[in-house]
């Protein structure tokens, strides 16, 4: 304790120190002590260097470093070595790896350091370097004012992770990235099962892509695949495998060449396969090529191999087409794509039609999607953003001769092509997804031409010439070739290489162990996205929400900053400006965007408070909630107590306590708070020997701005029917809709051939137990749940009642599950373990009885988080009262899925507790007899 009041003092004085003198960069030189002499080395370094823009990034990295500091020590760097090793771990228990290894490690280890008195000249020369030359390189820096590069592009780190060469891991886990290349996400599939191969054995798996997988074992198998290449290019392997064992690899030789070593790690099981993608370019010569995977160090089976697309392409080729409308003409027929909209949903292929100027369904448009990418859309943009694209996810995606479709705009490379100058107005066109090229196809008998996709050929086919048609009124301007968002695509390229998982650490994660490792959780996956923009020179940023408004925890997110300063969406796994991953439940109160420089107001408003919460310790960071949604300024009036004080702090709820999200400052007896998110429950408090201290009542800014307090009635009482303590958040999760069309089964046939169905489960879950009554009079000794398509059979617990509405017993049957998702977890009473099929289909699990049973009801529940009210757990009951504090109303025993209180004070802020067990509770209203979270 004493120690951490030690680090926040320093960082304070420091932080004071930094308003204390007008000459910034004397300033910071004077607090470097004895590592003044590597500061004045960078200084020194640059101050005749022909860029000038070095001199001046060295003197704002400088003169902003005295409050920049980091956690280092054995404890640091132990716990970056279990990041490290848990990346080698198989994705679903890297968390729990992670966390038991961390919880050996004793945060007496680790101390603060500060980048004034840390940082070194070789390092910050390399790092201005670097950041200067990449600057200097890019076609849009003389759209951006240099503070913008200072900012969001120069630094050397983007938050309080101890430093590191994080650019040079970039380059060495993705040396293609900053070349001219286009690289498809898919390519040429090869299945194991067709190789040739030597000491291997074909299995069966259902998670195999044609229920086939070859399983090659250490030293004595290998496989083989031939391939012929109409020309000499270069192509970059994915691989689909499955394996137990750690520290795989495996040889692969191109040609009788070792071209790379694979350094796999375990999958789930040996019937859960997973896809890795390789980032060094293989050279295939034209002609016959030989592709071989020898030496395994242990057992692994492969599904299949993909050889991606690598085309090269020239800045200076790109031609903007945005501008107008075209006709695109095969070479070989001299037909025009046509896009007839109106059989879409019948006959979803797209012909090619004798040119007709009065045709306007030859007319495309073509809008730049970035990095150099094309959408080819009909010619009008209405509600229905029609374009080409290829199936997504079927098993002709892959396939040579699938045909081109037409659908809406998703926004993925489905829907992105790349047109590569054959010279004049001369194309050939591949599709970013598949890398395959566009293509005609004659149809023998009818005469008919389509478009589909096939392999290179030199084939006039595969040749386009485009023709323009006048001006293109519905021109979109956000991608622009050359510009920093189009540049962006390359960084949407690679985020589909890190996998997620959740692990407990008290340290940022090093840069460099971030592409070392290409996982992590939510703030890693911002950082990876912002560092790969960074070694670009694009301009990105990590936002962040110190907590959300309606549910614990905080969150952070990369935006792509624009030429004003702005941020501009780019969320892991969308392209840049997609806003899809705001569309869930979760409400904003505040939004911060980390600069290196320092927030001197905060630091100035702040200077006379004897301590500070956490979240205003190091302010660097810059209010940025009005970008993100509606905001009000909100004013409270301050006790006549308390007048003295300077600053209040404006809170949220977490799981049980109120946390300060903002600040304001205190004039003629009030407070105010600026820019607040809408929709949201608040407190205001003072910050007293390091907790918040509350004052007057809590209030909302409901979503249109307006405030009301929540003042409860204690004359006037209502009755309370409660289902949960905490909102069902899950309810926008993937695997909420795996219940949908999952059957109830009952039979008197072990394989339940002349079974009944008794209940089937339509829609989403909502996170509660479902009660059935079922009115079926026949008895049963078979009785289960079979999951529907592509659920992998999810379900937690299921109970089944009989006549006398006793639960019945039996033996557990059903198929087997996932090791940590066995059967026998739905019958166990927990309602977080549940069963989770090996494979997606034909999964179900159930009871044989020892004699026919009538059945009257049915209880089950899905995948859930844990809240619902379950029977036999102890609750209470709370409102804030006026005494500033939760008040005990009652407490329960839970009977059934439901609690009831009587004579509670209407018109109040509630927080049901579970004092059996859990964590998480959430406060409500309570209004027309529902519970209305907050």
Known sequence: MMKTIKIHTIIIVLLFAALSCDNDLKRALDMSGRNRVELEKVLEHFKDDPDPLKYEAAKFLIENMPSQCYMDGASVDMMDSIFISASGESQNVRTKYFNDSASKIHASQADMSYDISEMKADYLIKAINEACDMWERSTWKDDYDRSLFFEYVLPYRLCQEKPSDWRASVADAFPMFDKDIVMSRRGIQLEAEDAQTSGCDIKEYGGASNGKANMMYPGKSSLTYTIESERQTQK????????????????????????????????????????????????????????????????????????????????????????????????????????????????????????????????????????????????????????????????????????????????????????????????????????????????????????????YSERDSQKWILKRQGANEYAEEFFKPRSAFSEAMRVFDLTHQFEYYIYGSPYGTK????????????????????????YLGIPAAYDFTPHWGNRSSSHSWSVLIDKNGKGVPFYMGNFPGDTAHYFHSYIKPKVFRYCYSLNRQMVKDMKHEQSVPRLFERPHYTDVTTEYCKTVDVERQVPEEFKNKRVAYICVFDNRDWVPVHYGKIYDGKVKFTSMGCGIVYMAGFYEDGEIEPFGNPFLIDKDGNVKDIVPNVNKTVRMKLLRKYPFMGAQDYFNSRMNGGQFQASNKQDFSDSVVLHTHKGITNGNWYDIPVTSQQRFKYLRYMGGKGSHCNINELEFYDSEGKKIEG?????????????????????????????????????????????????????????????????????????????????????????????????GLYILKDITKGVEERIFTYEKGKQIWW
């Open 236 to 455: 970059r392997l994915i691989l689909r495998y499955s394996s137990t064992a750690h520290h795989l690899t495996a040889v692969v030789t191109l040609n009788d060449v070792a071209v790379d070593t694979l350094h796999l790690a375990p999958t789930r099981n040996i019937e859960s396969f997973s896809e890795k993608w390789f980032n060094e370019a293989i050279s295939i010569r034209k002609g016959k090529n030989v592709i071989r995977i020898m030496s395994a160090s242990d057992t692994i089976c492969v599904d299949y191999i993909q050889l991606g697309a690598l085309e090269k392409f020239c800045h200076e080729d790109l031609k903007d087409f945005s501008s107008s409308y075209f006709n695109i003409f095969n070479k070989e027929s001299g037909r025009c794509i046509s896009f007839d909209t109106t059989n879409v949903s019948t006959n979803n292929v797209v012909h090619l039609k004798p040119y007709s100027s009065s045709d306007k369904t030859q007319l495309v448009r073509l809008d730049y999607s970035g990095y150099p990418l094309w959408r080819i859309g009909y010619y009008k943009k209405d509600s229905t953003d029609f374009c080409l694209q290829m199936e997504f996810g079927t098993p002709r995606t892959l396939c040579s001769g699938t045909p081109v479709t037409i659908g809406e705009y998703v926004k993925k490379p489905i829907d992105q092509w790349f047109f590569i100058p054959l010279g004049g107005d001369v194309y050939r066109i591949m599709n970013k997804h598949t890398g395959f090229f566009l293509d005609m196809h004659k149809d023998k008998e009818t005469g008919a031409e389509i478009l589909v996709q096939s392999t």
């Open 511 to 534: 840069g460099s162990s971030l592409f070392r490792t290409k996982s992590g959780k939510c703030a890693d996956e911002t950082s990876f996205s912002i560092y790969l923009c960074r």
């Open 811 to 907: 033996k557990i049957i059903g198929t087997e599950g996932e090791g940590w998702a066995r059967k026998e977890n739905v019958f166990d009473g927990n309602i977080l373990t549940g069963f989770g099929g090996i494979s997606p289909d034909g999964n179900w699990v159930g009871l044989q009885l020892g004699k026919p049973t009538q059945i009257s009801r049915i209880k089950y529940i899905g995948r859930n988080d844990g809240n619902c009210v379950e029977v036999d757990d102890k609750y209470e009951l709370y409102y804030w009262s006026a005494s500033g504090d939760w008040e005990l109303l009652g407490s329960k025993k839970a009977t059934s899925n439901s609690l009831v209180f009587s004579d509670v004070p209407s018109g």
